[in-house]
């Protein structure tokens, strides 16, 4: 803890000099520690909505609206961040204020469900719109103040280990919900339970914010009215032809995944009866999986180029639903989250270092909240539309001429359409858009190969084997014989 506290003091004292390569440096390492109290209120909070909805009688729509319409109010709020960016012309107090009240809204998100009981679910979903309608209104100036302190090509590696060290606060913070809810719920005071990770949710969204206040808030460049293009240019300029093409190819697969994506948590802890504590340890096992081949992702894309990442997972993303369908048993259920979360963390970091990659500073947060905008849209009709609809309508007995199939829920029906529409996205849209920068090329079966044969692996002992070598020489050093006075 000394060192926890030393280490901030010096960061804060460092962010007092005024080199710009040295201001930026400090905000890369800031970011970090301030991405970590943001994991703990992931984990500790909002992770835990939907199962805290679930626990209040949510039904599959409303479980739909929590996984996905969340996602398409965010994108409409980028739409009023970006905007605010270029009245306000700086990006800090947006972030600042955003942090500040997103923090607040925690208490009633709680309360309010257990004050109002007959309209408890509604009161939820009213104030869990309301907290990502505020994380949307921040999302654009957070990504274009973090652009500006990190070089192009070194974009993979870093946004990889940023990602990797937040994911393992994110773990930790997930592992401490689980037991704390479990623990309520076991003695039968499961609203205890949830009020505990909520408040604490809210108490480290409200600490990021001294982490957040030292970050380098560089110059904006000026912007022209060509800058503020509307939503129809984007879709139609010659110039944003290529990362309207991605756009759209990340959307149809975000689509296509949500068909499914809502419903998981729903299947393992309504239909197989899960507790807190096994769930937990199920999202654990994703996340821990994204932490170890975050990295070996981003050397591929900084080397061979994002768009070949996206392929590649993009390739792989059909199968995964399909691991919920064959089996029920949970440990088989475990290897699939490995799986998932190998694909995804590549997927992910891809999708947004390929932003990075095609936009200049100046438009960067009106291209991502467009982006955003046709990304959510496209999440909610799988999910609202098609994924909540088939959770509702497709019977759990099927009849397929003398094959009687008889199922724990429809639900596995729901993961098998999405599996086959993933499919169809990928191979239709993830062509269609080129690589942005000079790389070196490489085809979609070789990277598959070096992921089949454990290259990420390799590529982690290659990071812990110069520690583990240290290690090493400073035992056989203190374990010497030492020379004796007589």
Known sequence: MKNFFGRIRQLTAEAEDTSVEQLKLNTRTLSIWEGNLWALMWGLGESYIGPYALFLGAGNMV????????????????????????????????????????????LPLFALPLLLPSGGVI????????????????????????????????????????????????????LLAGIITNAWKGIGLTAVGFGLVFGIAALA???SIAFMR?????????????????????????????YARFTFA??????????????????MLRDLQWSYLLFTINTLTFMLAQTFFVRWWGSIGDRHGNRSVLLATGSLLPILPLF?????????LLFAQVVSGAIWSGFNLAAANFIYDSVPQNRRARAVSYYSLINGLFSVIGAMGIGAWLATHTPSELHLGTVHLALSSPLPVVFVISAITRAIAAAIMLPQFREVREVEPISTARILYRLGIGQPLFGQVNVFSPRLRAIAAYNR??????????
């Not at 990340?250 to 299947?267: E, K």
Request: glycine share 8%; charged share 10%.
């Open 123 to 174: 009161a939820l979903a009213a104030c869990a719109a309301l907290y990502f309608a505020i994380a949307g209104i921040v999302v654009p100036s957070w990504m274009s103040l973090i652009g500006d302190v990190v070089e192009p090509a070194a974009r993979g590696q870093y946004f990889a280990n940023r990602s990797r060290l937040v994911m393992y606060g994110m773990v930790v913070a997930l």
């Open 63 to 106: 479980m739909a609206f929590l996984g996905t319409a969340p996602v398409f109010i965010t994108s409409i709020a980028q739409l009023v961040g970006s905007g605010l960016i270029d009245r306000v012309g700086r990006r800090m107090p947006i972030i600042l204020g955003g942090i500040a009240l997103q923090s607040a809204v925690w």
């Open 324 to 332: 919920w369908v064959f089996s029920a048993n949970y440990f088989v």
């Open 214 to 242: 030292r970050h380098y808030d560089a110059p904006l460049e000026p912007c022209t009215p060509n800058d503020r293009y509307s939503f129809w240019s984007f879709l139609g300029a010659t110039e944003n032809r290529n």
């Open 477 to 486: 050093k203190n374990s010497a014989p030492q020379p004796t006075s007589d």
């Open 250 to 267: 990340v959307a149809l697969m975000s689509g296509t995944t949500n068909i499914a994506g809502p419903f998981f948590a729903v299947y």
């Open 205 to 207: 969204r409200t600490t």
